[in-house]
């Protein structure tokens, strides 16, 4: 049995492979594992306490995928809603859809019992103010004037800490079943309603028992274009390794042309458990536990440097 997670899962991952001993499913992992992290008033990338779009609302996006039925849920664009990732599930088990996006889901959450929780925090308001009220020109609303502001503030609006995240995991259960689930409060200060990859199977969350499971953090129009954690998976069903697997679908993110190209960064499992993480750019790590292991370790994701046509980070 094991769980992965991008580092900012740590708060969940004990969490997840103890529903793995007690005898759970690889999906009851995942929802487990990222729970506790969309909870962490920390983390500015993941739920609660996530940065707000560029009205200084919060909006979430999540997906989850059962590696064995291929069924997949996921929601986006949602308010006031703490735990997406089990609305995510709820749409994989209670509708014949797969992707919801802001009133519908927000509807759909009220039906399914979710509570009402305000995910703006003093804090993460505090964070998106400094940048809106001291650096970006009034009227930036406006679609012309958000694009030029964009480029050159985006950057500031991020979370210092953690400029980049979202979170990942990819667990594996007792019966060698794979399950994926992702959940993010997106690109801080986007235009509102739009979508990452997070949401997007294929794009930022693929599982299948048969070959293995991916998923992304980082620049999520970037992940789209190219399907990432479809593209990992796919490598694996062509015979590759789980490290080429990975190595090539990062590489072929620097062939994409992108004048916000940024990082993007992928936790990876192959069908027998072997796992790792990678990244086009520098430093960046993931955490894991088997279990035969008391509490988790943190490795480094392989770097593979971005050609083509996109800019090395
Ligand atoms: N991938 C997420 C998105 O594009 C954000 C991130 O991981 O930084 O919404």
């Given at each position: 049995?094991?769980?992965?997670?991008?580092?900012?899962?740590?708060?969940?991952?004990?969490?997840?492979?103890?529903?793995?001993?007690?005898?759970?499913?690889?999906?009851?992992?995942?929802?487990?594992?990222?729970?506790?992290?969309?909870?962490?008033?920390?983390?500015?990338?993941?739920?609660?306490?996530?940065?707000?779009?560029?009205?200084?609302?919060?909006?979430?996006?999540?997906?989850?995928?059962?590696?064995?039925?291929?069924?997949?849920?996921?929601?986006?664009?949602?308010?006031?809603?703490?735990?997406?990732?089990?609305?995510?599930?709820?749409?994989?088990?209670?509708?014949?859809?797969?992707?919801?996006?802001?009133?519908?889901?927000?509807?759909?959450?009220?039906?399914?019992?979710?509570?009402?929780?305000?995910?703006?925090?003093?804090?993460?308001?505090?964070?998106?103010?400094?940048?809106?009220?001291?650096?970006?020109?009034?009227?930036?609303?406006?679609?012309?004037?958000?694009?030029?502001?964009?480029?050159?503030?985006?950057?500031?609006?991020?979370?210092?800490?953690?400029?980049?995240?979202?979170?990942?995991?990819?667990?594996?259960?007792?019966?060698?079943?794979?399950?994926?689930?992702?959940?993010?409060?997106?690109?801080?200060?986007?235009?509102?309603?739009?979508?990452?990859?997070?949401?997007?199977?294929?794009?930022?969350?693929?599982?299948?028992?048969?070959?293995?499971?991916?998923?992304?953090?980082?620049?999520?129009?970037?992940?789209?274009?190219?399907?990432?954690?479809?593209?990992?998976?796919?490598?694996?069903?062509?015979?590759?390794?789980?490290?080429?697997?990975g190595r090539a679908?990062t590489a072929?993110l620097g062939?994409?042309?992108?004048?916000?190209?940024?990082?993007?960064?992928?936790?990876?499992?192959?069908?027998?458990?072997?796992?790792?993480?990678f990244s086009n750019?520098?430093?960046?790590?993931?955490?894991?536990?088997?279990?035969?292991?008391?509490?988790?370790?943190?490795?480094?994701?392989i770097h593979v440097a971005a050609?083509?046509?996109?800019?090395?980070?």
């Amino acid at each position: 049995m094991l769980v992965i997670a991008s580092a900012n899962g740590a708060v969940g991952i004990e969490a997840a492979m103890q529903v793995l001993r007690d005898g759970g499913s690889a999906l009851d992992a995942v929802e487990a594992g990222i729970r506790p992290v969309e909870s962490n008033p920390a983390d500015h990338t993941v739920g609660y306490s996530g940065l707000p779009n560029l009205l200084g609302v919060v909006e979430v996006d999540a997906s989850i995928m059962d590696g064995r039925t291929l069924q997949a849920g996921a929601v986006g664009a949602v308010q006031n809603c703490e735990h997406a990732i089990s609305l995510a599930r709820k749409v994989m088990e209670e509708l014949p859809h797969v992707l919801l996006v802001g009133s519908g889901a927000e509807r759909f959450a009220k039906e399914m019992g979710f509570p009402e929780t305000d995910l703006l925090t003093a804090d993460a308001k505090a964070i998106w103010a400094e940048i809106f009220d001291t650096k970006v020109p009034s009227g930036c609303q406006e679609r012309m004037a958000y694009v030029e502001s964009i480029r050159r503030y985006a950057k500031l609006a991020a979370d210092p800490e953690r400029p980049n995240e979202t979170v990942n995991f990819i667990a594996r259960d007792a019966r060698g079943n794979l399950a994926t689930g992702v959940s993010t409060s997106g690109w801080s200060w986007k235009y509102p309603g739009r979508l990452g990859d997070s949401p997007v199977i294929g794009a930022g969350n693929y599982a299948d028992n048969r070959y293995g499971a991916a998923a992304c953090t980082g620049r999520g129009e970037m992940a789209m274009r190219l399907c990432t954690a479809h593209s990992v998976v796919t490598y694996l069903k062509l015979g590759m390794t789980l490290e080429a697997a990975g190595r090539a679908a990062t590489a072929e993110l620097g062939y994409l042309v992108d004048p916000y190209f940024g990082r993007v960064s992928l936790i990876a499992m192959d069908a027998r458990g072997n796992h790792a993480g990678f990244s086009n750019g520098p430093d960046a790590t993931y955490v894991y536990m088997t279990d035969d292991m008391r509490i988790y370790a943190e490795a480094p994701r392989i770097h593979v440097a971005a050609g083509g046509a996109g800019r090395r980070l």
